[in-house]
């Protein structure tokens, strides 16, 4: 059988899935079914329990009243949690709960509302609005004509890289002549030595 | 202006775009396509579609008549029939003036041939190459090595003459090189230059492309003449203009990928932008030329076993039949496979990783509006495998081919290209939430809830896999994406969640939402039936029947 | 739109005009001749010239005007590709030049230093390929009006040829070993069946076919002698038939690319003609947009190629590479729109039990009297 909420394939008769924990539960006992394999499917399954098939949402769940033909609503045996006392009744005039019997989610914020537990630090990530151009079309005929210029070209040498290619250009003609006069210099040196040396061996 | 018609003129396929003010607005009427280039049987099919007249005596009604007969503007987008040759000479090469001769001429809408002059053997066998290529346009670029450069244009003046007819020449050279050249052949040949040592390298690269380009659309202009249009715009610069507009008005991230004659590729965001064109790689004309890339890059994609031999049959097919139509499952199966081939070859010659992988918005040009919506999402998917850094990133089709229309509009009015752009342009196929990270193959990957009014779906998606949320049609959706420990949506950081609500929420799409929990970088199986599976599986994920992916 | 007509894949007795384009023609047949397929009808170059620009006073580093005094073959003489044209000595080095091609040198510019060699294309005969009547000739054509039976192809790769029908294939969809393909088919256009390998291709060459006709060739079968320029070359040969073609015969497929079968009317066809004369003619001999198998008939008489109106009920040859076949019209041609934008005349066919949509441009009715 597969998990109902994240459709992974788990063993025959499980309690609750080991993959994420859900609580597998009783048989099935819904009115919807399963479009790919026909089985019975409760109105919170995510997933088919016998072919592991994505199910879309069941409004099931909502429509408990189905009149059978010739049916008025008032035959239809209304479920308890939906019975209202009838007007007259005692004990049938509106009362207003008091802050007790409310769960702890819908009580007013009272004096202690300082103390209440921090916000978990995991926060869910908001992302800023996304304008995609075809949702949300603001454009007026006056639009600026610059908005359509093509963008620069990307990813280009850099004009300094460029100038080193001009200055390297320039370059050699410098360094030739910076050779030449190395060259000159060595070479005077050089007969320099030689005249030395002759002149020290006469 | 009340109405405009665009005719957009490609190898394949000729498309007629009507547009006109609906309750005072520019709205597109609709667009009609015909294969091949038949302009005369597309405004035929246009008129009986709309059921205006567009022609009378063989002419375009302007301006448009109170019963919506005619249009105001009349222009065409689209390349020549056949594409021009662009040789790129490079004489004495210089790495920085190659990179931007190359940026040039992969921009310019034209088939490149390069030649580099220093592996030519001789002279004559430089005059022999030019003479076989005979190509239209010239592109000189090198260093400074005024020898290299008299003995090149020898050759060059040697090759020319009765042998061919050369266009024109551009050279991006100094000063002197630049007078040199026009010295030797500028009596045979019109000659442009610029020089990259006095100009910045994004003029250079704009100076040249916009120049081919130009001519490219002059191309087009002599073939169209006797209609006697408004505009002619040349398909790159029409789509280069689109998408700019969607990066300033819309701040997106956009790569877009358009095979209308060729392959053209171009990246755009705030930054600036990168087109790369491929002449002769297409699915029909250009098919054969997708062997280049090697039939194993295709069939790699496949969900079915298919030999090497047999892709090159299919390839050779297309050329033979010419023919735009993919009827058949299998020929769109692999149409998928070779587009994915051509993206991630086409991306890895563009932007780098970082870069090119940080897209908002994918969009998809109108050949490939005509595969299923699956098959065309997972060419955006695979091909360019988007990380967006803010975890989402949108797939849109350009359907009516609008992008081309409003960037060539928008020469003639911009007012009325921006409002037609934002409203029709795009058709939404998907967002997509990129997951990334690593996990076991099958383990949950990442869990949340879509939220559409009072209705609330929970999911979870297991590593490996595609998940698709459909939409409840005409709604917007509210998302929280959960991911497990060591899994990261975009480039969040691992385990942080991701939500669009309130004014976040997602528009409408056609395939919803789809949480990509595949990973990056996407890696296939080396083994051949494993790795089949596993796109067999992909497919099945985004609702393919297994029945077709034989 | 009911009107709309196409091609039949078979016709009998209809007259054609075969143009054979000429380059530099010594024609040798007038206007209204009587010709035979393998009637001459001219001498003419086969193909076209080449030539090379050697630059020959860059390349010495003389002036132009002092180039031809290293010339050391002289101007119209029959050189080959890499033999030395040109010697400069300078010091103990000599420079020299080699031509690019084998040709003749032919001019020399004293302006540019510019010498060109030529390359002759050899000069062949031109067969009349139809049997028919002379009806036009001109400087660069000559064109045939002949009377016989037409099976149209899908696509011709190499030169057209022409000889009698050898039938060698017992089903439309066999495939025959190479040592099928023996002296039989030396001159012969041999129905070869389904496809044929590199080493039938071969063998063929070896025997000397004129031509061979199959339901599809593999471009696996062409990577022996294109190698990895398969693809290339390919594409160059779909463009222009007779360029870059290893076999001196023709191969008509008449499916596509691929292990196809011939379609059953068409080997009907061919199986009924064993032993008659056939060419196989390109596209632009015929003027239709697709190449054909042409049988000659003696007859003076025959009607016009004309386009069937697609008509419901009608048999149909669908050609789609995925899956060629025979179906049934089951519309008349329609304006389909697909998916939403794409307008294109479409008819519905029933194959196989099931209904399609297809182009009518991939649709051929089967025969006239279908």
């Known amino acids: 059988m597969y998990c109902p909420q994240c459709g992974q394939r788990i063993g025959e008769g499980r309690d609750t899935c080991p993959i994420c924990g859900a609580v597998i539960g009783e048989p099935v006992a819904g009115t919807g079914v399963c479009s790919s394999c026909g089985a019975l499917r409760a109105p919170e399954d995510t997933y088919c329990r016998q072919c592991g098939n994505l199910l879309p949402f069941d409004l099931s769940a909502l429509e408990q009243l189905e009149l059978a033909p010739g049916e008025s609503l008032g035959e239809v045996p209304i479920p308890e949690w939906l019975r209202a006392e009838e007007p007259g009744t005692p004990g049938s005039e509106l009362q207003l709960l008091s802050d007790l019997d409310l769960p702890e989610w819908l009580r007013e914020p009272t004096e202690s509302a300082a103390e209440a537990p921090p916000l978990p630090t995991t926060a869910a990530f908001v992302v800023p609005p996304v304008v995609l151009a075809w949702s949300q079309p603001i454009a007026s005929e006056t639009t600026d004509p610059s908005l359509f210029e093509p963008l620069p070209p990307l990813l280009l040498p850099v004009a300094s890289a460029l100038g080193r290619v001009a200055a390297a250009a320039a370059e050699p003609a410098g360094d030739r002549r910076l050779v030449r006069i190395a060259l000159f210099l060595a070479l005077a040196v050089l007969i320099g030595v030689v005249l030395y040396i002759l002149w020290q061996s006469r | 202006m009340h109405s405009a018609v665009a005719i957009s003129c490609n190898q394949g396929m000729t498309r007629i775009v009507l547009a006109d003010r609906v309750e005072g607005e520019p709205r597109l009427l609709g667009t009609v396509a015909v294969p091949g280039r038949d302009v005369e049987t597309g405004l035929a099919f246009a008129e009986e579609r709309f059921g205006r007249r567009l022609l009378a005596e063989e002419r375009p009604i302007r301006p448009r008549g109170l019963l919506g007969d ?481 | 739109m009911s009107a709309l007509g196409r091609l039949p894949l078979v016709a009998q007795d209809v007259e054609c005009l075969v143009r054979h384009r000429l380059a530099a023609p010594e024609l040798r047949v007038a206007v209204g001749q009587l010709v035979e397929p393998e009637t001459i009808l001219a001498m003419a170059a086969d193909g076209l010239p080449r030539s090379a620009r050697i630059a020959l006073a860059a390349e010495l580093g003389v002036a132009p005007a002092d180039a031809a005094r290293y010339l050391v073959r002289a101007l119209g003489e029959r050189v080959e590709a890499g033999e030395v044209v040109a010697v400069r000595r300078r010091g103990l080095r000599s420079q020299e030049v080699t031509s690019p091609i084998a040709g003749r040198l032919a001019t020399l510019d004293a302006e540019t230093g510019l010498l060109t060699v030529v390359t002759d294309p050899p000069r062949r005969a031109v067969p009349a390929l139809v049997a028919g009547e002379v009806r036009s000739v001109a400087d660069d054509a000559v064109t045939i009006r002949a009377i016989g039976d037409l099976l149209l192809g899908a696509s011709l790769l190499g030169r057209e040829g022409a000889g009698p029908l050898i039938v060698l294939a017992d089903r439309p969809d066999r495939e025959l070993p190479a040592e099928e393909f023996d002296e039989r088919c030396r001159g012969a256009i041999v129905l070869a069946g389904m496809t044929v390998s590199s080493a039938a291709l071969r063998r063929l060459h070896d025997v000397g076919a004129a031509g061979v006709i199959v339901g599809g060739l593999s471009t696996h079968a062409l990577e022996p002698f294109w190698g990895s320029a398969t693809p290339t070359r390919l594409q160059r040969a779909l463009v222009d038939p007779s360029a870059d073609w290893p076999f001196p015969f023709g191969v008509l497929m008449l499916e596509g690319f691929g292990r196809l079968p011939v379609p059953e009317p068409a080997f009907d066809f061919l199986a009924e003609r064993t032993g008659r004369w056939v060419a196989l003619l390109s596209s632009a001999s015929l003027g239709l947009d697709r190449p054909a198998c042409f049988v000659s008939s003696r007859s003076l008489q025959g009607q016009p190629l004309q386009p069937i109106a697609l008509v419901p009920g009608a048999v149909v040859h669908l050609r789609l590479p995925a899956r060629p076949g025979l179906g049934r019209l089951v519309s008349v041609p329609f304006v389909a729109r697909q998916p939403d934008s794409l307008a294109f005349r479409a008819v519905w066919v029933e194959r196989d039990g099931n209904r399609e949509i297809v182009p009518v441009d991939l649709v051929d009715p089967v025969a006239a009297d279908a």
């Open chain 2, 70 to 550: 005619g249009a105001d503007a009349w222009i065409a987008v689209g390349s020549p029939a056949s594409v021009p040759l662009l040789a790129v000479l490079a004489i004495a090469p210089d790495p920085l003036l190659t990179d931007l001769a190359k940026r040039a001429a992969e921009a310019a809408m034209v088939e490149t041939h390069w030649i580099d002059a220093t592996q030519v053997a001789s002279l004559t066998a430089l005059v022999q190459q030019l003479v076989e290529l005979r190509p239209r346009f010239l592109l000189l670029t090198g260093g400074s090595d005024e020898r290299a450069w008299q003995s090149a244009m020898v050759a060059v003046s040697n090759a020319l003459g009765d042998a061919f007819d050369l266009e024109v020449g551009i050279v991006i050279a100094p000063e002197a090189i630049q007078q040199l050249v026009a010295k030797t052949i500028g009596d045979q040949v019109e000659l442009m230059g610029v020089d990259p040592t006095t100009s910045q390298p994004a003029e250079v690269v704009r100076a040249v492309t916009s120049e081919f380009r130009s001519r490219v659309a002059t191309l087009l202009s002599a073939e169209l003449k006797a209609l006697e249009l408004d505009r002619f715009v040349d398909r790159a610069t029409a789509l280069e203009r689109a998408l700019a507009f969607l990066v300033r008005r819309a701040d997106q991230r956009v790569a877009l990928v358009d095979l209308e004659q060729g392959m053209l590729g171009i990246w755009a965001r705030s930054e600036g932008m990168l087109t790369l064109y491929r002449a002769g790689r297409d699915l029909e004309q250009g098919a054969l030329g997708l062997a280049a890339l090697g039939p194993e890059t295709i069939a790699r994609w496949l969900p079915f076993p298919m030999t090497e031999e047999d892709i090159l049959d299919w390839l050779a097919n297309r050329v033979m039949t010419a023919s735009p139509f993919l009827f058949e499952w299998r020929d769109q199966l692999i149409a998928t496979a070779a587009v994915r081939a051509l993206v991630q070859d086409l991306a890895s010659a563009g932007p780098p990783s970082g870069m090119r992988e940080d897209l908002t918005l994918v969009v998809l040009g109108p050949r490939l509006a005509w595969l299923p919506a699956e098959l065309a999402l997972l060419c955006a998917l695979d091909g360019f495998a988007p990380l967006p850094a803010g975890g989402l990133v949108s797939v849109a089709l350009d359907e009516a081919d609008l992008l081309a229309t409003c960037g060539a509009l928008a020469e003639i009015d911009p007012g009325y290209a921006a409002i037609l752009l934002e409203r029709d342009a795009l058709f939404p196929l998907a967002h997509v939430i990129v997951v990334a990270g690593d996990a076991m193959e099958g383990a949950i990957a990442v869990r949340g809830e879509v939220r559409a009014g009072d209705l609330v779906h929970r999911f979870a998606v297991p590593w490996g896999s595609l998940h698709v949320l459909p939409f409840p049609s005409g709604r917007s959706a509210e998302l929280l994406v959960e991911p497990e420990a060591g899994i990261r949506i975009g480039s969040l950081e691992p385990g942080v969640a991701i939500e669009f609500a309130g004014e976040a929420a997602l528009g409408w799409t056609r395939l919803g939402i789809v949480i990509d929990a595949r990973g990056r970088p996407l890696r296939l199986p080396d083994d051949p039936p494993v790795r089949a599976r596993r796109i067999r599986s992909w497919l099945a994920d985004l609702g393919v029947a297994e029945g077709v992916m034989r």
